[in-house]
């Protein structure tokens, strides 16, 4: 043997690190397995709740854990010029829709459903132009609160363009 093994294994070993316990025993490998929880179970178990003081994520009043908050009455516009507001309209409506719709109270000139550039899906929103005030008068008391396309369709004279910002 060599003068410079004893013959017995160093309790600590030779790269002078040492572990400082607090006086806990390491638990055995059996017992980390059932604690441990991979990534993704981490990742349901916040989301989904464990009960474990995880954050509970708010929830909507569509699920009704929540009171439901009243609905929003649309603004009422006065009806001043022959240009109309079509609100609450379904995504499935058409132009040509419309176009029927409101040909059935008077002349219409145009019929415009706004939607997005990016996938050109409905708004949910139009803006009708009568031939006159008063066809757009007799619209607005005839068609609002009617049903179309299975929702209540919200008819009011525009604002004019001079309240919008540039």
Same mark, same amino acid.
Request: glycine fraction near 10%; hydrophobic fraction near 30%; charge should be positive.
């Given at each position: 043997?060599?003068?410079?093994?004893?013959?017995?294994?160093?309790?600590?070993?030779?790269?002078?690190?040492? *572990?400082? @316990?607090?006086?806990? #025993? %390491? /638990?055995? !490998?059996?017992?980390?397995?059932?604690?441990?929880?991979?990534?993704?179970?981490?990742?349901?178990?916040?989301?989904?709740?464990?009960?474990?003081?995880?954050?509970?994520?708010?929830?909507?009043? *569509?699920? @009704?854990?929540?009171? #439901? %908050? /009243?609905? !929003?009455?649309?603004?009422?516009?006065?009806?001043?010029?022959?240009?109309?507001?079509?609100?609450?309209?379904?995504?499935?409506?058409?132009?040509?829709?419309?176009?029927?719709?409101?040909?059935?109270?008077?002349?219409?000139?145009?019929?415009?459903?706004?939607?997005?550039?990016?996938?050109?899906?409905?708004?949910?929103?139009?803006?009708?132009?009568?031939?006159?005030?008063?066809?757009?008068?007799?619209?607005?008391?005839?068609?609002?609160?009617?049903?179309?396309?299975?929702?209540?369709?919200?008819?009011?004279?525009?604002?004019?363009?001079?309240?919008?910002?540039?």
């Amino acid at each position: 043997m060599n003068s410079y093994s004893s013959g017995r294994r160093s309790r600590h070993p030779r790269s002078g690190a040492r *572990r400082r @316990g607090n006086g806990r #025993s %390491r /638990p055995q !490998r059996s017992e980390t397995k059932a604690q441990k929880q991979t990534f993704w179970q981490r990742v349901a178990a916040f989301f989904l709740g464990n009960g474990k003081g995880t954050t509970k994520i708010a929830t909507g009043a *569509r699920n @009704g854990t929540e009171p #439901s %908050r /009243p609905a !929003r009455k649309p603004e009422r516009v006065e009806v001043t010029s022959p240009r109309l507001y079509v609100g609450n309209l379904s995504f499935d409506a058409t132009e040509s829709d419309l176009f029927e719709l409101f040909n059935g109270v008077g002349h219409v000139q145009n019929a415009e459903v706004v939607s997005y550039r990016h996938n050109q899906r409905s708004k949910g929103f139009a803006f009708v132009q009568m031939q006159t005030v008063e066809e757009a008068k007799r619209a607005v008391q005839e068609l609002h609160d009617k049903e179309f396309l299975g929702r209540r369709l919200v008819v009011s004279g525009a604002k004019s363009s001079e309240h919008q910002p540039r």
